[in-house]
């Protein structure tokens, strides 16, 4: 039975004597580059080495044959290095590399490095170590032409003055697949004699390489820790922390929404643009990928060249996924974007002109199904490019019948479901889709859905844009694109006088030195925090991805604070107005205990209403000033100039124009030291009084009023009828309710100022996420289901 057992190997495979004739012959085979008889050999000292006869030795030259067959791309060979790795067979510190890197490289890629290695040597008749660049290009011309002497020149030229086997294989290995898995020797930055001498030898035998290795640790050592040590030095945290509170003086949450949405938009739509492009360059090098590989299957039967395509198929879809990762990005922007800032006519022809491109350059074939699928998703689109259609008898009811809605089902919160040729051409493109996907055992997935995919995303982008566009501003934009090419020429001229004149109408204003000033505080952080660009690359390189990371977890942080509101839920309201002799009759205090009243009188808090009564008085309870908080934390050799240039001067104390209140405060600041103030960076809160009611029920009504109500208010007079619009916030059953003031205005005289309406918080926020989701849910649905905001 023992015997029976040891003449098995470790792979199943019967015994074979090493001084049998098979095996000096498989040697001979072997040694010229058979991989078949590379891997029986490897199998055969597998089986000794199973045998305990010289198991060492054995093992080593088994794992030796099965690396060379594996790296010509045999999978069996490749199979066995797995067991032999599991199990440790064979594997020491000198093979354990190649063994890893034959296990992770796929077979086709090895394929491919060995035609590649074959035909150098076609072109290295030679057989020199390296060719020059006139030795190399000689040699092309001679055993290729056409494109593809065209394609192997430019992988020479790609390489450089000298061309190596490695090098000519890493070139053409990258330009067929996409990208490739590196060996051992081509991921090594020093040769494997530096790497296993010893550090005498390393100083005394290869000096260059030892030096430049000390370089780099120095260099290392320099821009981890030397630089640390300068930075805990400087108070950056602290500086970014005077900014930020700095800025908060000024940032206000509308102006975050007008201008966050629309900087991620521009970004967004630039990030479209970009990866629609790299899929374009994309295309291109894989028609030379397709050349490289018909030429190698001459020196390699196994490259198979549809493989080969798909496998570059495969390591090009980052700018895909990309793509598909902006898109909604993209539209919920655009949705909550304020679309006066934005050139909608220009980027809706900007789309059309890359649906065209995508379609005629993307995909590799346009059948009955591809045409289909275009059709019936531009029919689905009809709606949207007919909504504004001018009503023209006959032709408006022909095409109603293509574009309209035969019925709609109300659904849950404004969605409602639309019947009609539009909505039934929508249902039917996902089973085009599915089509294009299923081709060629589902290689169709890449092959032809994903580029039709790209088309369509971008003629839906197009629809989203097309309703905020009008048709001057379209055609418009096709004739500046048509002729864009023609201003390129004077184009930098004019940003040269443009720029001078932004420049000198700025200096010419008290802003000017105000951005000035705020570049250069900000230019401070900017600064410190790239300071390891600029003097340590090593560390950015190595925690590049984290810096980033930390650095958008921080902005998240600051923003936060700014834009967080508390959001009402969006639930169907009943719009009722609460009339003063409602309130009156329910909330007065006439007689009696008030706790009673308090209580129930508590559940109209938030209620809006709409009154008139008599202007009484009015008085500031709150001043805020973020920047002279700010400058109070500062020194005064800093605050005192930084509070002129953003503050305003005291003027001249004696000017005619002022009052004679006015000169004496004038003459008391400038006494006490003050040369400029920052009252114009300062918001009030105020509290106005308004008698309302008749005859003995009557009560005063206090009303909470922002810093946009100050002209208003300092313009009105004791007694003055106004009529002012607001929300019940406290004091409710007593005889003193607050509200929130909406607006104010004067009914009994002409004010010169107009009462400013400053718009509820809830319904702004409400509004907006409404409109963004009407865009976003009717970019992905419309027109099968369809999103109608309720109007409240």
Known sequence: MAEEQNSKSLTGEPKVSEES???????????????????????????????????????????DWLIRSSKQGNESATEQLKKCIETKTGITDENREDVRWCINTSALEKKIRNAARNLFHSINSTQKEVLST????????????????????????????????NEFVMVLSRKIQGQITLTTNEASVHSDAYATSSPVQKVLKYPKEAALALGDQVLEFASKDGLNMVMKCIPIDQIYFLLIFFMYGFITVKFLL????????????ATLIITTLQMFYKKEKLKDASTLAEMLKEYNIGVDVDSTTSQYRWNSLTPYIVYFSTVPIAVTSFSLADKTYIPCSAFCILSVVFIGICFIAL?????FVTLLA??????????????????????????????????SIELYGGLQLNIGIPSICYLTIPVFFIQMGARKSWKGMYQVLVPHLVCYFWFNLMTAIF?????????RASVGYLLFPLFIPISFFLVIIGGIYVIITLASTEMFGKIIITLLLGSIAVLLSQSRKLFGGKLDNQLGNAKKIFMAVCAVLAIIPLIFVRLPLALPQTKVDLTLNDYMDNCFIDTGSTVGKQIKCSQLVGTKVKW????????????????????????????????????????????????????????????????????????????VSVRVGIDAAQMIVILEAGNGFKDTLVALNENDDVTFQGQLIAGLGTNSPRLKLKQISCTSRELLVMGKIEEYAEDFYLKLLSQAFSVVVNFFWYPLVEYVPEVV
């Not at 199998?43 to 088994?62: C, Q, T």
């Not at 007008?258 to 739509?269: E, G, K, M, W």
């Not at 100039?641 to 004496?664: F, H, V, W």
């Open 21 to 63: 004739a098979d095996v000096e012959k498989w040697r001979v085979e072997a040694e010229a580059g058979d991989e078949e008889k590379q891997l029986l050999l490897g199998r055969h000292y597998l089986s000794l080495a199973d045998s305990d006869i010289n198991r060492e030795e054995n093992a080593k030259a088994a794992i």
């Open 134 to 165: 006139e030795e190399y290009a000689q040699a092309v011309k001679k055993l290729t032409g056409g494109a593809q002497q065209k394609l192997l020149l430019a992988a020479g030229n790609k390489i450089g003055q000298q061309i190596s086997e």
């Open 258 to 269: 007008l201008a966050i949405p629309l900087l991620i938009f521009y970004l967004s739509f």
């Open 363 to 367: 995909s590799d074939s346009h059948d």
């Open 374 to 407: 275009l059709f019936f998703n531009f029919v689905a689109s009809l709606p949207t490019f007919f909504q504004n259609f001018p009503d023209i008898p006959v032709i408006t009811s022909v095409l109603h019948l293509f574009t309209g809605h035969f019925m």
């Open 467 to 475: 309703p905020f566009t009008t048709w001057f501003g379209l055609v």
């Open 612 to 687: 008139s009564g008599v202007f009484k008085s009015v008085k500031v309870t709150k001043i805020d000033n973020q920047v002279e908080n700010l400058l109070a934390n500062l020194p005064a050799i800093v605050s005192k100039p930084l509070r002129c240039i953003y503050g305003k001067e005291l003027g001249d104390c004696n000017d005619d124009t002022m009052s004679e209140n006015a000169q004496r405060f004038c003459i008391l600041m400038k006494s006490l030291g003050h040369e400029c103030h920052l009252q114009n960076h300062d918001t009030y809160s105020f509290e």
